[in-house]
């Protein structure tokens, strides 16, 4: 499903650009396409002021796009705010209406992905690149200690609020896959989902180093169901996989590894099928019913 259809940027106010957050403008690509961002902002000068600021003298190529930039008709005008917020719908929605995304249906993938790899009992949960705490439903009741790391601040709000009832165990932390703000080998039990790729092998080195020996990495889901970049560099360095299906979105992977596990045991068997070490040997506690046992949604 694309980003665009997570909320109705339609209905939305272009000034609503003014409530995105340091990372996203850190994000916004230089080589934005086509002149809709400059004729916006030449229309809403303090959006684009508010941009440069954010953007701390880096906003020189925002101020060339207005300057070479039309002046325009009022329903052009309209069109072209509508195409740059659709553009960045998913920052939208996480600073307008992060339960928006919380209620797509492609994030009602079964528990069993997660609860199949890994006992979350007794333990220390990491999930990165958080959002709305998708892959922290099914481990947080169960875990020690959760630790949510989250970039945007309105997110990080909302986890708060939303695992409120586990309050005493959960911090929230910015940061990012790339850089978290913990000592090496924190977690017993890492995860992130729908977040994994930019930069691969700086992702998977930061991901390894704030997970104990012993402990696992998941990325669930990690990637789609392609053999891209972000696949090889994980199969490199000896992660398992297998392909589950997304309500709505068709299939994608997760991956797995449990650290000192020697990369050689987990490849090399054919790659639809679950490979590697099996679920219940890749940490200390097999996987069995949680307490209580009540159904997941
Ligand atoms: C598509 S959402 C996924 C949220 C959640 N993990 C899930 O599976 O539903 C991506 C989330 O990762 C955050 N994010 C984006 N880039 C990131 C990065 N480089 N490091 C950590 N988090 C990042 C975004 O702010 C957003 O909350």
């Not at 925002?62 to 740059?84: I, N, S, Y």
């Not at 992977?253 to 679950?274: D, N, Q, S």
């Amino acid at each position: 499903m694309p980003v665009s259809d997570w909320i109705d940027v339609e209905a939305l106010p272009f000034e609503t650009l003014l409530l995105l957050e340091d990372p996203h403008l850190h994000w916004l690509p230089r080589d934005w396409p086509g002149n809709e961002l400059g004729v916006a902002l030449r229309a809403h000068p303090s959006v684009g002021d508010f941009l440069r600021v954010r953007l701390r003298g880096a906003g020189g190529w925002l101020e060339a796009l207005v300057e070479g930039a039309p002046e325009v008709d009022a329903a052009t005008l309209r069109r072209c705010e509508v195409a740059v917020m659709a553009r960045m719908a998913d920052w939208l929605v996480y600073v307008v209406r992060p339960e928006a995304y919380d209620a797509q249906p492609f994030l009602r993938w079964s528990d069993e992905e997660l609860l199949g790899l890994v006992d979350p009992r007794g333990k220390v949960v990491l999930d990165v690149g958080s959002g709305t705490g998708r892959l922290l439903e099914p481990l947080i009741a169960d875990a020690a200690t959760v630790f949510a790391v989250e970039p945007i601040a309105h997110l990080r709000g909302y986890l708060k609020t939303k695992f409120a009832a586990h309050a005493g165990k959960l911090f929230v932390i910015d940061g990012l896959l790339t850089e978290i703000s913990l000592p090496d080998g924190t977690a017993d039990v890492t995860v992130a989902g729908h977040v994994y790729g930019d930069e691969p092998e700086r992702e998977i080195a930061e991901l390894e180093r704030v997970t104990r020996p012993g402990g696992i990495v998941i990325l669930c889901p990690g990637t789609n169901d392609v053999d891209d970049d972000g696949h090889r560099a994980l199969l490199a360095a000896g992660y398992a996989w297998s392909t589950f299906e997304e309500p709505g979105d068709g299939r994608k992977r997760k991956y797995w590894r449990t650290l000192g596990v020697p990369p050689e045991r987990t490849v090399g068997v054919p790659p639809e099928r679950t490979v590697g070490v099996p679920p219940e040997r890749t940490v200390g506690a097999a996987p069995g019913p949680r307490p209580g046992g009540e159904p997941r949604p």
